[in-house]
């Protein structure tokens, strides 16, 4: 009886080469099957990833994502949670210098997925706040601050009427995603903002959270930036 182990490499081995090898793949139906599979996890990163498919094209994106699976196969059934690796994976790609923005497009289409499919919070956006409150972010949200005008490119082609001509100011930028309601919200962030949710994430009190703020951009209004946050559902208090 052939040993399972050796089997199942055989069977890994010829489902992710480049062209079918080994004995395993003259089987009757394994090519089927290696197509099945391969077209999935292409499919599976189109999906989340729906914004560099854009920008990419079809075939581009579908070449880099075969490529991606060959390094990275799914190890789960549960193909939503496919493609955490991906935007840097595509940050180590040769073409990289002349789209140097897909990297972070990339991770800003990740963090969509994440909020979108995250929980929701047992605190509140709307309860009064003391010094001693502690602010949180809610589990839903999501931020980065990126090198590339990534955000602006992200929502140039998420917005819904599309955009006849773009030509973003290359500077950095934060994304934020929230959730309310069942939908995901998106905004740029600006520095300010971007550290009040980072100091928010360690969960300290709003004095706290105000005061590292100020000190680093004495010219923010920090309360300001603090009921926007809230009223987008980017924290809540407990």
Not at 59 to 75: C, G, K, N, S, W
Request: proline share 6%; net charge negative; hydrophobic share 50%.
């Amino acid at each position: 009886m052939p040993d399972l182990r050796a089997f199942q490499e055989a069977f890994a081995e010829a489902l992710l080469a480049d062209a079918p090898i080994g004995a395993v793949a003259r089987q009757p139906g394994f090519a089927v099957y290696r197509n099945t599979c391969a077209r999935g996890s292409v499919e599976a990163l189109r999906g989340a990833f729906p914004t560099v498919d854009m920008l990419l094209g079809e075939d581009m994106f579908t070449e880099v994502a075969l490529a991606y699976r060959r390094q990275r196969p799914p190890v789960s059934p549960v193909l939503s949670a496919y493609g955490s690796t991906f935007a840097a994976f595509l940050a180590s790609q040769e073409w990289v210098p002349e789209l140097p923005y897909v990297p972070d497009v990339a991770r800003l289409d990740w963090l969509w997925l994440e909020t979108f499919l995250a929980p929701d919070s047992a605190g509140t956006a709307t309860a009064a706040y003391s010094s001693k409150s502690r602010i949180v972010l809610h589990p839903a949200t999501r931020f980065a601050w990126l090198a590339t005008p990534a955000m602006t490119i992200w929502q140039a082609h998420r917005q819904s009427d599309g955009f006849a001509e773009l030509t973003p100011e290359w500077r950095e930028e934060g994304g934020l995603f929230t959730r309310r309601g069942g939908s995901v919200h998106a905004e740029q962030l600006d520095r300010a903002a971007h550290l009040l949710l980072v100091a928010c994430a360690a969960g300290t009190n709003f004095n706290d959270c105000a005061a590292a703020v100020e000190a680093a951009y004495p010219d923010a209004d920090v309360v300001n930036l603090f009921v926007r946050c809230l009223a987008v559902g980017a924290l809540v208090i407990l």
